[in-house]
Structures are given as C-alpha cells and as structure tokens.
C-alpha cells in the first residue's frame, strides 16, 4: 500500500506522498473534466441509439465482460478496438462510444471493450480480461462480420496502459496509447493504490516499459503537451525505451491539449489521433 498521505518524506523522484498524489491526479488539473465527461456520455449514448445491433458481447462471464460492435459499413475494414480509461477504478465503455466516430468515417469497424474495474478485479486480472476481449473479436469478430483484417488496439489514460501491455499480443497488429501510465509504480505508490492494493511484484509485473514485447508491433504513443508532466514523461520514458529496443514507434505530443482533450482528436474524421490510427493500418 502506499506511505502515510501526511508524510513529508520523497517517496518518488524527490515528490512527498501529497505531491505523487496530485502529480496523477487528472481530474483536478483539467478544472471542467467533471463537465467533459458528461458530454461524452451524451455524445456516446447517440452513437450507442444509431448502432443498437451489436451492443453488450460477452466475452467472459463477469458483468463487465462485454464489447460494443459499430460497423463501419465497408467489407474488409481493419478493427479499431478501444480500452478505456478511469485509472482502472471507474468509468465505462458506455462513455466512450463518441470516440469511435473519427475511426467510423475513416473507414475503421470499431469494438469498445469493457472490463471489471478495481477493487473487483486486480490489475493483473484487468489486463487478463483485456487480453481475452482482443483474442475473442479474432475469434469470433468474424461472424460479426469483424476482426478479418488488421486490429489496431487503442486505449486512452489506463487504457493506455492496457494497451501497451497487449502490443505482444499474437493477435494485435498495431497500437495507439493515448495519454498511458507505462511504469505503475507511482500508482502503487499513490492514492490509487488504496483500491487497486498492488505489491511490488504486481506493480513490476504490470508495468509494460519494464516488459517490452519483442514482436515488431508499428505503436504510436500520444500525449498532450497541456498534461500533466508525469504523464508527459511516462509518455517519452516509453517511446524511448522501444526505440532502444528497436521496435517500431512515435511519439505524437499534441499541443494545447490537456488528458481530456486531447481525445477529441480521435472522435473527429480529420482529427490528428485519427489520422495516426490511419498510418498505423497503411504502413
């Protein structure tokens, strides 16, 4: 568990408990995130009424276990699969289905997955759930007519964390981490750790910068320029430590835009998240 919040002592690159805490803390650096929020889940709950037919998949047998289908129309279109974010503790993908209409237009089949989220599930059990959500729209994907062609796996804050930790995955063909924690050690060390409650084991065995795939997987790695630095630089920490690996990666730091903001360059046709999911499937 993390040390005594009333500690004075630097637990973390030279930062006290109180200042870890608030260098994750997202939500209270974007002062209108609370209001951002709500208009993607009006926004997303459109999308959901315009594409009612392939809503709420199983792919296990927990509540969460589900995945959300928006056809984009065209035969052969490679699948854009988004993991969502909330520090593995809350939101769902319900919230997110407004993301999905840059990838649409662009000619992209999108699947939004769901997951159980903290204390309910570790985090080495979310990253299993997630795991198993990709390998299912390859398996079954196809007989909803999705999942035949490239797979490029995407996800936004933690879900930009899960991401990185499925770029090995056989069935994953390209990645676009927005916004990820990619050393979760902080996070053990924080705030969030009182409901995610990882040990050190856990949190080196999660951490993807410390585990990099060896399968030559195209990843873009994106972050706003108006984030918070931590995020920042978990951001070029990652991309840098697969180039040094020699795996195929960019980094896209995006100005002006802060953790919430930034997703509007994936929910927009001509938006530039949008056009690097493009590059990742022409490549």
């Known amino acids: 568990m993390a040390n005594d919040a009333g500690s004075d002592a630097a637990?973390?690159?030279?930062?006290?408990?109180?200042?870890?805490?608030?260098?994750?803390?997202?939500?209270?650096?974007?002062?209108?995130?609370?209001?951002?929020?709500?208009?993607?889940?009006?926004?997303?709950?459109?999308?959901?009424?315009?594409?009612?037919?392939?809503?709420?998949?199983?792919?296990?047998?927990?509540?969460?276990?589900?995945?959300?289908?928006?056809?984009?129309?065209?035969?052969?279109?490679?699948?854009?699969?988004?993991?969502?974010?909330?520090?593995?503790?809350?939101?769902?993908?319900?919230?997110?289905?407004?993301?999905?209409?840059?990838?649409?237009?662009?000619?992209?089949?999108?699947?939004?997955?769901?997951?159980?989220?903290?204390?309910?599930?570790?985090?080495?059990?979310?990253?299993?759930?997630?795991?198993?959500?990709?390998?299912?729209?390859?398996?079954?994907?196809?007989?909803?007519?999705?999942?035949?062609?490239?797979?490029?796996?995407?996800?936004?804050?933690?879900?930009?964390?899960?991401?990185?930790?499925?770029?090995g995955l056989d069935e994953v063909d390209a990645g676009l981490a927005i916004s990820g924690i990619y050393d979760v050690e902080p996070c053990r060390l924080n705030y969030l750790n009182e409901k995610l409650k990882m040990t050190a084991v856990e949190a080196l065995a999660m951490s993807p910068i410390r585990h990099l795939p060896s399968k030559w997987t195209p990843t873009t790695v994106a972050f706003g320029i108006g984030e918070l630095p931590e995020i920042r630089r978990q951001g070029r920490e990652y991309h840098q430590a697969r180039c040094d690996a020699g795996l195929p990666n960019r980094l896209l730091a995006l100005e002006t835009h802060n953790h919430f903001s930034i997703l509007e360059e994936l929910a927009t046709p001509d938006g530039k998240l949008t056009a690097a999911l493009s590059s990742l499937v022409e490549k």
């Open 11 to 167: 637990i973390w690159r030279g930062m006290t408990r109180a200042q870890l805490d608030a260098a994750y803390d997202n939500g209270t650096a974007v002062a209108n995130s609370a209001q951002i929020r709500d208009g993607w889940t009006e926004r997303s709950a459109r999308v959901r009424e315009r594409f009612p037919a392939m809503l709420d998949l199983a792919y296990g047998p927990k509540p969460r276990n589900r995945i959300d289908i928006f056809p984009c129309g065209r035969a052969g279109a490679p699948l854009f699969v988004f993991i969502h974010g909330g520090y593995w503790q809350r939101n769902s993908k319900e919230i997110f289905a407004c993301m999905a209409e840059g990838p649409l237009a662009r000619g992209f089949d999108v699947a939004m997955i769901g997951y159980t989220l903290a204390p309910d599930a570790t985090l080495t059990e979310i990253v299993t759930e997630t795991h198993e959500a990709i390998r299912w729209l390859r398996r079954e994907g196809p007989a909803h007519g999705v999942g035949r062609a490239k797979l490029v796996v995407s996800g936004w804050s933690a879900g930009g964390h899960l991401t990185a930790m499925a770029l």
